[in-house]
């Protein structure tokens, strides 16, 4: 099945300067990653989602690349901003058997964006 | 408003209780799973369904069941809770097909004393 390595698990920059979090995948099948957004105490929220036939997408300060031969993508903001903070999940979809397909997420990035 | 929703939102409960954690979605999506997750922690996925009648166990071993009789009802069950069930369970959907991302609901937060 797949496995998805996120790093790192926690990650604290300054109001203004970007944030950098990176995943890797074991599927080489995967085509789908999303990225979930989950402030304290409220339900995951997708942010931006990427598919394997597209190298990097924008939306406003959030960018996501994927590099498919190395097996890697990877969250951008730029100009954070204290809303910003919470726990960010990557996630790979791809199949896993008996005709299933699933989501596989990362254990999460707690990002703290420091006024 | 299409959404999913859980309830209830916080339960405490005693040791060797049974529960029902219920999960109803109005998006009309064929796909719907649950997860447990310690707070801001790693989401597990425990048990998920693709349709109607449909239910498998997911990646964690849980003492929970699921059942699917209806497409937008995918309520879980807790035969006897313990204080080790104590954490918070995510009920999520999406459409049938490979890139659909989950919708999640609010969760329930369950303390078991």
């Known amino acids: 099945g797949e496995n998805v390595e996120q790093h790192p698990s926690t990650l604290s920059v300054q109001e203004g300067d970007s944030a950098v979090i990176k995943c890797t995948y074991s599927?080489?099948?995967?085509?789908?990653f999303p990225w979930y957004k989950q402030e304290l105490g409220k339900r995951p929220q997708l942010i931006i989602d990427i598919r394997s036939n597209v190298g990097e997408k924008k939306d406003q300060r959030i960018a996501v690349t994927l590099n498919k031969t190395a097996k890697h993508f990877s969250l951008h903001i730029t100009e954070t901003q204290p809303e910003d903070s919470a726990v960010y999940f990557c996630a790979a979809f791809a199949y896993s058997g008996a005709g299933s397909y699933q989501l596989t997420f990362g254990k999460g990035t707690k990002l703290s964006v420091i006024p | 408003e299409a959404d999913i929703y859980q309830t209830p939102r916080y339960l405490v409960i005693g040791t060797g209780k049974k529960i029902t954690l219920e999960c109803s979605q109005t998006?009309?999506?064929?796909?719907m799973y649950w997860y447990q997750q310690d707070p801001g922690m790693e989401l597990h996925l425990i048990h998920y369904?693709?349709?109607?009648?449909?239910?498998e166990k997911g990646d964690l071993s849980s003492e929970s069941t699921v059942s699917r009789i209806r497409t937008e009802h995918f309520p879980l069950t807790l035969e006897s809770a313990r204080p080790s069930h104590t954490s918070q369970y995510l009920c999520?959907?999406?459409?049938?097909?490979?890139?659909?991302?989950?919708?999640f609901g609010n969760g329930t937060r369950l303390t078991v004393t």
């Open positions: 998006m009309g999506h064929d796909k």
């Open positions: 999520a959907s999406s459409v049938r097909g490979d890139n659909s991302p989950l919708h």
């Open positions: 369904s693709y349709g109607v009648n449909s239910t």
């Open positions: 599927d080489s099948a995967s085509n789908y």
